[in-house]
């Protein structure tokens, strides 16, 4: 198919976290986590002393590692690297953003719920559904 991106099949890809400590420790409960031999971890955990830049760098990394499929990301957090999850537009690895225990999800700032939204009425307009 013709101007489908391809998606690299793997035997194993790894989740990224971008939270806050309870949400990263609930996923690294679960089995999420991962440390390479050279000690990079696949999970940042964002506190009062955690910069932008540091998000922000780790987002880069993140989405930019052959290995990780989907980068998990803390609403709140996104809000604050918003210019850099509203340009990511790549399928792999894939942007979620999710809620946190103090900052409930808000789907007006979800990019990729917008783009979804935006598809969907770019498709009812284009098949004269409305």
């Known amino acids: 198919m013709a101007g489908r991106a391809q998606i690299a099949t793997k035997s194993s890809a790894?989740?990224?976290m971008i939270a806050d400590e309870d949400t990263?420790?609930?996923?690294?409960l679960a089995g999420v986590g991962n440390v390479d031999l050279r000690r990079k971890t696949n999970y940042l955990i964002v506190d009062s002393k955690t910069t932008v830049k540091a998000i922000e760098d780790a987002f880069k990394e993140f989405t930019t590692r052959e290995d990780i499929a989907v980068v998990l990301i803390s609403q709140y957090v996104a809000n604050m690297i918003r210019?850099?999850?509203?340009?990511?537009?790549?399928?792999v690895p894939a942007i979620l953003e999710i809620p946190s225990k103090?900052?409930?999800?808000?789907?007006?700032?979800?990019?990729v719920l917008s783009r979804v939204?935006?598809?969907?009425?770019a498709e009812s307009v284009a098949s004269g559904r409305r």
């Open 14 to 16: 790894l989740i990224a």
């Open 24 to 28: 990263v420790t609930g996923f690294l």
């Open 83 to 91: 210019f850099l999850a509203d340009s990511y537009n790549k399928p």
């Open 102 to 111: 103090d900052h409930p999800y808000d789907p007006a700032h979800d990019s």
């Open 117 to 121: 939204k935006y598809l969907f009425s």
